[in-house]
Nanobody, 120 residues
Framework: QVQLVESGGGLVQPGGSLRLSCAAS????????MGWYRQAPGKEREWVAG???????NYLASVKGRFTISRDNAKNGVYLQMNSLKPEDTAVYFC??????????????WGQGIQVTVSS
């Protein structure tokens, strides 16, 4: 069974940086796309950044120029480099992936979520 495992969250001061990592593990998985979502307290989950297997990337307007999503081929996952963090970036961040397992079955996967807190 394929699972997404996130790491790298924590507490950082405004203006600081964090790098989130998401790795697919447990079984063979070929990703068509991977991305990051976030959910702040009292708000709905929102899409933040996405990577597609053609190499294209896209970003939420409010993070463009500050966040960078990149592929980690060794771990069959993605990174999210977050710079110039603001208090409004505080949220639980979730990794998402769509692709196929070794049987060709289409899967849509979510990680367990990881807390990012931006505060002085």
């Amino acid at each position: 069974q394929v699972q997404l495992v996130e790491s790298g969250g924590g507490l950082v001061q405004p203006g600081g940086s964090l790098r989130l990592s998401c790795a697919a593990s447990g079984a063979r998985f070929s990703a068509n796309g991977m991305g990051w979502y976030r959910q702040a307290p009292g708000k709905e989950r929102e899409w933040v950044a996405g990577w597609r297997s053609d190499g294209s990337t896209n970003y939420l307007a409010s993070v463009k120029g500050r966040f960078t999503i990149s592929r980690d081929n060794a771990k069959n996952g993605v990174y999210l480099q977050m710079n110039s963090l603001k208090p409004e970036d505080t949220a639980v961040y979730f990794c998402n992936a769509d692709g196929r397992n070794q049987y060709g079955t289409l899967l849509a996967l979510w990680g367990q979520g990881i807390q990012v807190t931006v505060s002085s």
